[in-house]
């Protein structure tokens, strides 16, 4: 088993999951707080939120609060045969992207948007699968960023940087 690095301060994660198609989606959050307690990130608060198109003003107001060191998004976005849902995923990830950039708070995505999903159970178990696999990576993804932002902002407080 590989043992993490310790963060100096504790970090808390919102952890921000769409429940549209929520049995994948909740894979997501599964694997991640699984992931997540093996890389010392211990706190970690859920919010559930209709769909995906609404994750990015959560994550802005749950950044605004200062109370977070990072912020998940999950959801699954599929075509519903209404609209192109490939405008609604590229909508959700710049805007989450617009959030991290103006808060500095980090905010990582597992917000997916697969090319063909019939609601199978093939299909279901596939993606199941896949957003366990997402989770972890979301997990190791927030726990390194956290640990290189602890870094630089010790390096700026220091004056090295």
């Not at 989606?25 to 939120?49: G, K, N």
């Not at 198109?53 to 950044?63: D, T, W, Y």
């Given at each position: 088993?590989?043992?993490?690095?310790?963060?100096?301060k504790?970090?808390?994660?919102?952890?921000?999951?769409a429940?549209?198609h929520r049995?994948?989606?909740?894979?997501?959050?599964?694997?991640?707080?699984?992931?997540?307690?093996a890389?010392?990130?211990?706190?970690?608060?859920?919010?559930?939120?209709?769909?995906s198109?609404?994750?990015?003003?959560h994550a802005?107001?749950?950044a605004?609060?200062?109370r977070?060191?990072?912020?998940?998004a999950?959801?699954l976005?599929?075509?519903?045969?209404?609209?192109?849902?490939?405008?609604?995923?590229d909508?959700?990830?710049?805007?989450?992207m617009?959030v991290?950039l103006?808060?500095?708070?980090?905010?990582?995505?597992?917000?997916?948007t697969?090319?063909?999903?019939?609601e199978t159970e093939?299909?279901?178990?596939?993606?199941?699968?896949?957003?366990?696999?997402?989770?972890?990576?979301v997990?190791a993804?927030?726990a390194?960023?956290?640990?290189?932002?602890?870094?630089?902002?010790?390096?700026?407080?220091?004056?090295?940087?």
């Amino acid at each position: 088993m590989t043992e993490h690095p310790r963060f100096a301060k504790p970090q808390r994660v919102a952890f921000v999951q769409a429940c549209w198609h929520r049995d994948v989606v909740e894979e997501a959050r599964i694997a991640f707080v699984r992931e997540a307690e093996a890389r010392h990130l211990t706190h970690v608060d859920v919010f559930e939120v209709p769909g995906s198109f609404e994750i990015p003003l959560h994550a802005q107001v749950l950044a605004k609060t200062r109370r977070y060191t990072a912020i998940v998004a999950a959801g699954l976005v599929v075509d519903g045969g209404i609209y192109r849902h490939e405008f609604v995923a590229d909508t959700v990830i710049k805007a989450l992207m617009d959030v991290q950039l103006r808060t500095e708070v980090p905010v990582f995505s597992a917000v997916l948007t697969p090319q063909q999903f019939h609601e199978t159970e093939v299909h279901y178990d596939f993606f199941r699968r896949h957003f366990t696999i997402k989770g972890i990576e979301v997990a190791a993804a927030c726990a390194e960023t956290l640990h290189g932002l602890e870094r630089l902002r010790g390096q700026v407080a220091a004056g090295i940087v």
